[in-house]
């Protein structure tokens, strides 16, 4: 089944203790990207990849690195959680980053920063 | 800027009575995408549809119908006969477009800011 997935789903945590979130899709897509979901502020990108070892930052990248060492596989780091990063979290993939490419998004990670 | 503005943050309303959200964007491109998602208590972004620019046909799709209107930059959603099972937080989003130098569309998706809707039985 082709499918996005996230890990954890659920996470709860302290200030400062590092933490990765990781995304892997098997749809060989080449586009992959991050979004976090706030009150009031809808979906914003977070960072993005457009293939292997092709990273780059979206609308809200502060706080957070990734990587794009495999095709399929596009993890999330928090070096340094703060509060602020309290939030739901979308891994999404697409073939390529064609605006007419349906997104496929995970079912998401909820994070809570204490 | 591309921007994508919902404007009702919560709607109430009871089993079987139909309803519209709205979605207004903003966008300099002529070439772009529309799209539906909803988002059940379950948190997951499930996808309704997708429209392009140069499609300016409503679509039905069962009890959901999409009214795009180009000259007023809206993208409305309606159900009719509404569900309990229709209770959820719906986004609409505009995709960047891709220019022929390659430049633009960095393949982000741009949301508005969701409507909750909630149906009573």
């Known amino acids: 089944e082709a499918q996005v997935t996230q890990n954890p789903r659920y996470l709860i945590t302290v200030t400062g203790k590092k933490l990765t979130v990781t995304c892997s899709q098997n749809?060989?897509?080449?586009?992959m990207s991050w979004y976090r979901q706030d009150p009031g502020l809808g979906l914003r990108q977070i960072y993005y990849?457009?293939?292997?070892?092709?990273?780059d930052k979206g609308d809200v990248p502060e706080g957070y690195k990734v990587s794009r060492k495999e095709k399929r596989n596009f993890p999330l780091i928090l070096e340094s959680p703060s509060p602020n990063q309290t939030s739901l979290y979308f891994c999404?993939?697409?073939?390529?980053?064609?605006?007419?490419?349906?997104?496929?998004f995970g079912d998401g990670t909820r994070l809570s920063i204490l | 800027a591309q921007k994508v503005t919902q404007a009702q943050t919560e709607i109430s309303v009871v089993e079987k009575e139909d309803v519209t959200l709205d979605c207004v964007y903003e966008?300099?491109?002529?070439?772009?995408?529309l799209f539906w998602y909803k988002q059940p208590p379950s948190g997951e972004l499930v996808f309704l549809i997708r429209?392009?620019?140069?499609?300016?046909q409503n679509e039905i799709s069962g009890r959901y119908s999409w009214n795009f209107q180009k000259s007023t930059s809206s993208f409305n959603f309606t159900i009719t006969a509404s569900q309990v099972v229709d209770s959820a937080v719906y986004f609409c989003?505009?995709?960047?477009?891709?220019?022929?130098?390659?430049?633009?569309?960095?393949?982000?998706?741009?949301f508005g800011q969701g409507t909750t809707l909630q149906v009573k039985p």
């Open positions: 999404a993939s697409s073939l390529y980053r064609g605006p007419n490419q349906p997104q496929h």
């Open positions: 749809m060989n897509h080449e586009y």
């Open positions: 990849s457009m293939n292997v070892e092709v990273t």
């Open positions: 966008t300099r491109d002529t070439t772009y995408y």
């Open positions: 429209r392009n620019s140069f499609d300016e």
């Open positions: 989003a505009l995709s960047e477009a891709l220019h022929l130098d390659g430049s633009g569309n960095t393949g982000k998706l741009i």
